[in-house]
């Protein structure tokens, strides 16, 4: 069966410091890989998506940048993380026939200070 | 652009009832239509997907419908218990999209 992780759970960083969240998939090949962040009172929102190794989408312009150097690795990055950065950080994979259902992993609690 | 909302943001319901929530997107052209259970703090669980062809979609004491030409769908719960407490979370899938719109839940409290 497919499994997503994400880690870390939780992370607390001072303002103007680097980013790297991580989300590996297993038991699939190929996956639709996306990023979405969930702010406080708001829905959530697409940052980005994958298609495939090195094809990233942006959706929104923003402080952060995506990567994904393997198939079911998908990595989100800043070089210096804004308080607006603060947020819940989900990872999902969808597989690559149309129409199928997103799974997600257990997401990311940025806060900074 | 998409616009998913559900309506009520709260419910508190006693242990038993069923109950329906409600979730309602602007465009009708969709792929499909996702409900998702989020506990606090955790990643999102998916509940139903329902295809853009499909009237409904049934598991266990859940089922969601889909009138797309309204753009309306409802989350049945049969039976609540306390253990269905939890936000519930509609997503749309856009035609020609990638991405999922979310709508920003209702929180649910099934009381004891």
């Known amino acids: 069966s497919q499994t997503i992780h994400q880690w870390p759970a939780t992370l607390v960083q001072p303002v103007g410091s680097p980013l790297s969240l991580e989300c590996t998939v297993e038991g699939t090949s190929n996956p639709n890989l996306y990023w979405y962040r969930q702010a406080a009172g708001r829905g959530l929102q697409l940052l980005f998506y994958s298609v495939g190794i090195g094809q990233i989408s942006s959706e929104v312009p923003q402080n952060l940048s995506a990567s994904r150097p393997q198939d079911r690795q998908f990595i989100l990055s800043s070089k210096k993380l804004l308080l607006s950065d603060s947020g819940f950080y989900l990872c999902a994979w969808s597989d690559v026939t149309e129409n199928q259902p997103q799974h997600f992993g257990d997401g990311t609690r940025l806060s900074i200070l | 652009k998409q616009e998913v909302t559900q309506i009520p943001a709260a419910l508190s319901v006693p242990e038993g009832e069923n109950l329906v929530l409600n979730c309602s997107f602007t465009?009708?052209?969709?792929?499909?239509l996702q409900w998702f259970r989020q506990d606090p703090g955790k990643g999102l669980t998916s509940l139903l997907l329902?295809?853009?062809?499909?009237r409904e979609q049934t598991s266990g004491r859940l089922n969601a419908s889909l009138d797309k030409s309204s753009g309306r769908s409802t989350l049945y719960i049969a039976a609540s218990q306390p253990g269905d407490s939890a936000t519930y979370l509609c997503a749309v899938r856009s035609a020609g999209a990638n991405n999922l719109f979310f709508g920003t839940g209702t929180r649910l409290t099934v009381i004891p």
């Open positions: 465009d009708s052209a969709i792929y499909n």
């Open positions: 329902i295809q853009s062809s499909q």
